[in-house]
């Protein structure tokens, strides 16, 4: 075999390739699968971790496990390997005398990072580390690359998220994190279906990206004939789901939506949605309250979450304010202003609060909420009835109509859940449709688009109903202090890199 340096390969790949080759010359399939083991790292530490070395030596036992090589220290007679499964680590021991020449050989093409199958005996070594004294072993796939040095390797924070398998290699606590997402989300499914909460799918291409005010992404149905938006939110379908008498449906799922990258942001991200006929939006924060206790003894962090240094009291119930009574604590702004579009102008012009000149009252609104309120909210606490501009499918306040009966959730300075008392009324819902229109046509992207199909399904009668969203991303990184929401997605959005590295 010409073993030529390929272009930017390293020597250690180099040598690695001479004993990949060396295996098939020896009649060895280095990437074999003829091996099944019988028992698991954690489960042999569970049972015999506490047997002395009498009563292993007494143990007629014989036991196979398979995993990756993590470390290797050669003794001369004697070699050491760190045997590293899904469930953790069992010290293994080759006594190089014991083997025959064939094997021998073999051994001295084993490295670091190569899946192993090994089986033997348990012992405990003079130090009283219980190991596995191999009798066989088997290569089952032979690493070409290295794994990064455990003290100096996988550092760079791109490097760790573009390379998230050899991130999830070396640092045990990253595994944690994604283990700790399963269970969260595998628990928030146990707690909606005690409810009476139905699991649904809604579609992913969408005629019309509707349900929430973003830009979407842009795909092409060749046999249709037809752009498709990949989803913003589910929310319309899971509402046409509601009027048909499922009364109570979630989803998790992803949603996408084409705007910047950030340590709270990515396009593509996971959402639980769900929606509760003949209940309001107060209903909500009451369950609310109760999922995020849930959640949080589950996890054995109630009733103090510490995030990021912070320690933040969950106890029920939550504080409760308005969206414009922040606005008047927390950004300085007069009471008589908060109705002001020029006034408020000149605010976000003294503050540093960026506008692009032809937003509404409401977004001006929102946009001094995001940049000078949202930072400051430790929570947890419920902000409520937002204007009604910038909630066009929630249901008018009864006292004050240019307020919606909403509200967001927002622990650590950022928004965790949203919800609202569903708008039922399809007249009212075709004028804010209306309305979002105008706004396109002034040039704002994320305005909601007019759906026909969905007005259709309010007037066949939709219940008294209240929905919410949660960010599965954000919620994550609050449960397991996390400080980038790239920390709780395996595989994070990144620009392309320019060249392969190490």
């Given at each position: 075999m010409d073993f030529t340096r390929r272009e930017g390969e390293p020597t250690v790949?180099?040598?690695?390739?001479?004993k990949l080759e060396q295996l098939r010359q020896l009649g060895v399939d280095p990437f074999s699968e003829d091996f099944s083991p019988t028992h698991e790292a954690s489960s042999v530490l569970e049972t015999y971790g506490e047997w002395d070395s009498q009563r292993l030596e007494g143990l007629q036992e014989a036991f196979a496990l398979a995993g990756r090589i993590m470390g290797k220290r050669?003794?001369?007679k004697v070699s050491f390997i760190d045997l590293v499964d899904r469930t953790g680590r069992l010290q293994c021991l080759v006594h190089i005398p014991s083997l025959t020449d064939r094997e021998a050989s073999l051994f001295r093409l084993v490295d670091i990072g190569d899946?192993?199958?090994?089986?033997g005996r348990l012992f405990r070594t003079r130090t009283g580390e219980l190991t596995l004294r191999v009798d066989e072993f088997k290569i089952l796939s032979k690493a070409l690359r290295p794994l990064p040095e455990k003290w100096h390797g996988l550092r760079d924070v791109e490097a760790r998220y573009r390379q998230r398998y050899l991130d999830l290699l070396m640092n045990p606590g990253v595994k944690e994190t994604f283990r700790t997402r399963a269970r969260v989300i595998k628990w928030i499914r146990e707690f909606l279906d005690a409810r009476g909460f139905e699991e649904v799918e809604t579609p992913m291409m969408q005629a019309l990206p509707g349900g929430a005010e973003a830009r979407p992404f842009v795909t092409h149905h060749n046999a249709l004939g037809l752009d498709l938006f990949l989803r913003v939110a589910p929310e319309l379908y899971l509402k046409r789901l509601v009027v048909g008498g499922m009364e109570r449906v979630y989803e998790i799922n992803r949603n996408f939506r084409n705007e910047g990258i950030s340590?709270?942001?990515?396009?593509?991200f996971t959402m639980l949605e769900f929606y509760q006929a003949y209940a309001t939006f107060e209903d909500l924060m009451v369950l609310t309250e109760e999922l995020l206790e849930f959640l949080l003894r589950r996890l054995g962090k109630w009733p103090t979450l510490k995030y990021q240094g912070k320690e933040i009291e969950m106890q029920r119930p939550w504080k409760r304010m308005r969206f414009t009574?922040?606005?008047?604590?927390f950004a300085q702004i007069k009471p008589e202003d908060v109705a002001n579009?020029?006034?408020l102008k000149e605010v976000a012009n003294r503050k540093g609060v960026p506008l692009e000149g032809r937003e509404t009252l409401g977004k001006v609104l929102a946009k001094l909420f995001d940049a000078l309120v949202e930072p400051q909210l430790l929570g947890p606490i419920f902000i409520t009835h937002h204007p009604v501009e910038i909630s066009p499918l929630a249901r008018r306040n009864k006292a004050e109509p240019e307020f919606v009966d909403r509200f967001e959730l927002y622990i650590a300075g950022r928004e965790v859940a949203n919800a609202f008392s569903e708008l039922t009324d399809p007249d009212d819902q075709r004028e804010r449709f209306e309305q979002q229109q105008m706004l396109r046509k002034r040039g704002d992207q994320e305005a909601h688009p007019l759906d026909e199909d969905f007005l259709r399904a309010l007037?066949?009668?939709m219940p008294p109903t209240a929905g919410e969203g949660i960010g599965i991303d954000r919620l994550v990184m609050l449960l397991t202090d996390s400080p980038s929401i790239r920390d709780v997605i395996l595989f994070p959005q990144l620009?392309?890199?320019?060249?392969v590295s190490l």
């Open positions: 790949v180099l040598e690695r390739r001479r050669d003794f001369g899946h192993l199958g090994v089986r340590t709270q942001h990515n396009p593509e009574e922040c606005l008047v604590e579009l020029e006034e007037e066949h009668g620009r392309p890199e320019t060249k």
